[in-house]
Structure formats: C-alpha cells, structure tokens
C-alpha cells in the first residue's frame, strides 16, 4: 500500500482518568479494596511510550468539553442523572462490575471526551490517526446502566457527537478486547450505518451476549458481528479471525470511519481472562487494521483504550500498538522479554479455533462453512441483545 514518509498521530492522555477509583464488589472472598482495574497499566503505558521517545513524536490532545446533551444521545436521562448524583457522593453502583467513587462522573465524561477529541481530530483531517489512552473504559456501557468497569459509552458517545456536528455517515467498529463489546451492540443493534465487529473469548463476560447467532435487529441484520474464540486462543485464531472475518466484513461494508475499542486483557499475562496473545500480536493486529483504514476510509482511525490488568504486561502490549500507528514497529520488537518465550506450537491455529472462526464467518457471509454448523451456544441465551442476566455471580469479572 502507498505510504507517506510521516503519519500524523495523535495522543490524548488525561491525567484526570489516573485519579478515577473503580469499586467492583467481589464479595467475601476477596480482601475489602482490591481491585482489578486500577490505574497502573494505563500510567505505565504512557511512561514506556515516553521512554521509548513515541510519545514525543505524537500531537498531544485534550479532551473535548462535552454537555449533558452530548452523553444524552446514547444514555438515558435517569442513568445519567442518578450517575452524576452518586458521584457527588461517596459514589455508588450502577450496574454489575462497575462500583465508583466521588467524582467518577466528571472523570467518565472527561474519558468520553477524549475519544470525542481523537475522533474529530482525524475527522476534520489534522491527524491520519489517533490513540485515546483513556480511563474509565467504555465497552460495556449501555444506555441505562454501567457494566464491567464501564460507566460512559466512550466510542458511541464520541460517534455520535460526530454524527452531529461533523455528518459522519457509516462506521466500523473492531473490539477486540477480550470480553464481549456488548455496549455498541445494544446501542447500535438497529442502526445499519454503524458495523460492529466483537473479537471475544466465548461466554466470558457478559456470559449472555456475544453468540454468533446475534447479527443485529430487522432493519440492520448482519451490522452486528460477533466472533467468539474458544479459551487458549492465541496468535494463529486472532490473525485468522481478522483476516478470514473482519477484514471482508469491512470492506464489504466500506465504513467512513474505523475505530478500535482496544483492550489488552486477551494477554497472556492478563489476570481476567485466558487466551495467549503477546505484544508482537497486538502489533500485527493494529497493523493489519491501519492498512484496511489505509485502503477504506483514507487511513482513518482512532484507537480507544479499553481494558488490560496486567501492570506488567499492558504497557509492552500497548507499546507495540503506539508503535504500530507510527510506523516504528522496530522500536519496541526488543522490548518484551516476555513474549519471546510464547513462540509455541499452541500459538498456532487449531482445529476447534478454525472451527469456531468459520462459524463466525458462515454466520456473517464473509466466509464458507466448512464444518457441522451445530454450535455449543444452542442451549443459551442468543437473540434478545436487551436481556438481562439476573445471575451475575456466575460470570468472570472483565
């Protein structure tokens, strides 16, 4: 693909987010004030893009100032409203997974906000791409309640902001954190001018969305897809699923605008689920996603943090991805003295993977079946996106 010698990228990183205080309720088991999602990962991302001298070569933004009305587009009047009356509290709970603290609301919508300023940024054509380094993420947020550490749908938020005052038209939006994006689902469920693409470890959280069956509704069938990889996935799944499923998915579509909800937490050293990526496969991924927006939307793309709770391994995963963005791949292959020794036999395609790949294909059209379509998902919950789980206990944290 054509190239110019320098890409404009941009980076927002909102001191705001560091101080946000997540309070997920794991019950007796678990020491009073430990938590999975703290601000570790993310601070040490941003310092290790610093040291490696990537964050220098960035046009630093700040977030967008959004209104009440702004938020309104996707949630509701009474979510917000009870959001921002907890949060001038002590804080509280608005969901499964999703505790917080005083002050989160003005936090959350700072975090909304900077999703909102890289998508105009690359929108108005300042930059060709941009990195939103936010905090809290937004995944999982539906229009009337907070889920898995999620409290402001970042991505539709900033979307529809854009859909207003820029006319944006059709969107593509790859989530490949590791738990399923059933927040833009739900939102966008029956909007076809917005395509949302969920790679996810099977039934890990929400356990009663993300099945390939659910496409969308009446007037935006197959707008929804989803691609649930079995546990233990690694490297060869992920490549083949992006290659095999999402990349005919957006070319068929043909978005304005691409978008990725980038979570790390598919990591092998990520404490919330268990797939097998290493930072060299985050890398592949946003490479394999610049040369699509390259070839579809002019090279525009705004990548979002979502989740990633491994302090330890986050900040090489997101590394590779800053890198990525900047053309700079070989500035971080060095850096993962992890990752080198994952090189295995099991990062390879296997069968029940490529199974489970071609099951998501079929169902979206991009691919042939090849295999018993009988899918292990016919005894559970698949078509209603608006269901609600009255057994949260039983899902893992995201």
Do not use: K
């Not at 993300?210 to 935006?220: F, I, K, L, N, T």
């Not at 080198?340 to 395609?349: A, F, G, S, V």
């Not at 029940?352 to 005894?379: K, N, S, V």
């Amino acid at each position: 693909m054509p190239r110019s010698t320098h890409r404009r990228v941009g980076l927002v990183a909102d001191e705001a987010g560091f101080w946000h205080q997540s309070r997920a309720d794991f019950g007796p088991s678990v020491e009073p004030g430990v938590q999975l999602e703290t601000p570790e990962a993310r601070r040490r991302l941003l310092h290790l893009i610093e040291r490696l001298g990537l964050r220098r070569r960035m046009t630093q933004l700040e977030p967008l100032a959004l209104a009440e009305a702004d938020l309104a587009r996707v949630h509701t009047a009474d979510y917000l409203a009870a959001f921002r009356a907890q949060s001038a509290g002590a804080g509280g709970e608005l969901g499964d997974f999703a505790g917080f603290g005083h002050g989160s609301y003005e936090i959350a919508v700072r975090s909304a906000g900077g999703v909102a300023a890289a998508v105009r940024a690359v929108l108005d054509g300042e930059l060709d791409r941009a990195y939103a380094l936010v905090r809290p993420p937004g995944h999982h947020a539906e229009p009337d309640r907070a889920r898995g550490y999620c409290l402001l749908a970042n991505i539709p938020i900033a979307l529809e902001l854009a859909r207003a005052r820029q006319g944006l038209g059709r969107v593509a939006i790859v989530d490949w954190d590791v738990h399923h994006g059933n927040g833009a689902q739900r939102i966008y469920w029956d909007d076809p001018e917005v395509l949302a693409i969920s790679l996810h470890q099977d039934r890990l959280y929400p356990v009663d969305s993300g099945a390939v069956e659910e496409r969308g509704g009446d007037a935006a069938l197959g707008a929804t897809l989803n691609i649930p990889l079995p546990a233990g996935s690694g490297e060869g799944a992920y490549l083949a699923a992006f290659d095999r499923v999402v990349a005919p998915a957006l070319r068929a579509f043909q978005p304005e605008l691409l978008v990725v909800a980038c979570g790390y937490d598919a990591a092998f050293l990520d404490p919330s689920s268990q797939m097998a990526l290493t930072s060299a496969t985050f890398g592949d991924l946003a490479r394999r996603t610049i040369e699509l927006a390259e070839e579809l939307c002019g090279g525009r793309l705004v990548i979002a943090q979502e989740g990633g709770y491994s302090p330890l391994y986050t900040p090489i995963c997101g590394a590779a991805v800053v890198a990525a963005l900047l053309e700079a791949e070989s500035e971080t292959e060095l850096h993962d003295p992890y990752g080198r020794h994952l090189h295995t036999p099991e990062q390879n395609l296997l069968p029940h993977q490529l199974e489970a790949i071609e099951r998501a294909g079929a169902a979206a059209g991009t691919a042939p079946p090849t295999h018993d379509q009988h899918h292990p998902h016919d005894q559970h919950h698949q078509h209603d996106p608006h269901h609600r789980s009255t057994h949260h206990h039983e899902e893992s944290a995201p």
